[in-house]
């Protein structure tokens, strides 16, 4: 079962909660309680491929709409591509030979369709809901609010799903040239995924969305839905990979301390981490890089937490200052600012320091990061510098810098490959509108689709 953060009295099955985004009275689902794994456990489920050691871990999280013949052919059909753990110079995590791998690696999370680690969350949570809505035969319009890579996401693992009406609002001019014409181009921006260009910020984004959820009447009218991490359906699948690969790891090098670092911006993926972490994962603490957009980091370091309006920068999916997830991850440490610093420690790094840590991994070692993953490579740097042990770095490479293309080229000096879904949407016409950020023109616009 899930409650409600803002009232624990108000509870749902995993069902109702993925359905419904927000508890009535707008708090956000938190699972009653985390199963924990013993070791021997832990490393049975880190014997699995990732698709169905997934799968039994969503056993917990779900509910009796879900058999685990259900969760294992979810899984299987969500997660058809590789989760690499990779050295700069190229070499995968081989647990045959771990002499080659060294200890510090990059987590890609970036392989699936839409080359961010958003398809790992959005994959299993399109099938979870379509799965829901089958038996039930029902309509639901979804509203997303992205700042680049979310959208694409959701667009992708809900395209062409019965019933389901999605619509995309994102920063008319905040997003990368590559992301819009992703955004913009899903199913050919003919089939039942919208794209509207908001004339603001992702704040004005997100805001937007939270007040078409609070519109009684509209909410009500076309079955709302949210894709965005406030929606329990998108957090707890993005605890399986970290469960997964830190045991993965585990079985390669063995018992040195672990440590993961996250470039966070909704704080999503790092509460995706800490669940696995409360499950048992083997893994000791996390490492977070902030942009300018830093109230988490400024929490870590002060025990204030100031949410406050975001600023524009290279890492433009993090470009968030006021964090949705931010009161799941104080519920996760009881409200105790001293537990979280013990398990979480921030740095926050400007472009400038984003820019020039880019060309020098590249120059060193070939390896090219996007932007995001350079935030967060370069507050594993700076985390390291203050520990004097021997630990294993994982830097979770949040995008494919191709993603990203028109910045990080600009950066490196170097044409990037362009991957084959990125090519497929290159050759299609955007579809898209421009509305004002008012409430009253997204309601016009969904009444026109609908
Ligand atoms: C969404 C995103 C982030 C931030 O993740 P949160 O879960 O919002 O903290 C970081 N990097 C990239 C590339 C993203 O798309």
New binding site residues.
Partial sequence: MYYSLKNSLVTATFSRALLASLAPGGGLWMPHSIPRYSPEECASLGAMSFADCAAKLAVKFTDDKFSEDDLSAICRDAYDFPVPIKTADGYELDSATPEISGNEFFLELFHGPTL???DFAARFMGRAAGHIMKSKGDKRTILVAT????GGAIGDAFLNQDGIQVFILFPKDGVSSVQKQQLTTIGGGRANVHAMAVDGSFDDCQALVKSAFSDQAFSKKHNLMSAN?INVGRVIP?SFYYFWTSLQIKAALGDKPLVYS??????????GGLIARQMGAPIDRFVIGNNANDPFVEYLISGEYKPRPSVPTL?N??D?GR?N?FPRIDKLFKGSHPAAQQVCWGASFTDIETERHMRRIHADTGYIM?P??AVGNLAMKAFSEGVDLDFVKVTVA??HPA?FADSVERILHTKLDVPKPLKSAQLLQPVMTIIPPSLDAVKEFVEIKI
């Fill in positions: 961010a680690f958003k700042s680049g890579d979310t991490s993005q996250i470039p966070s911006g909704n704080l999503g993926n790092l509460t890492s999916a993090m968030i964090p997830n996007c995001h993953t949040t995008a993603k």
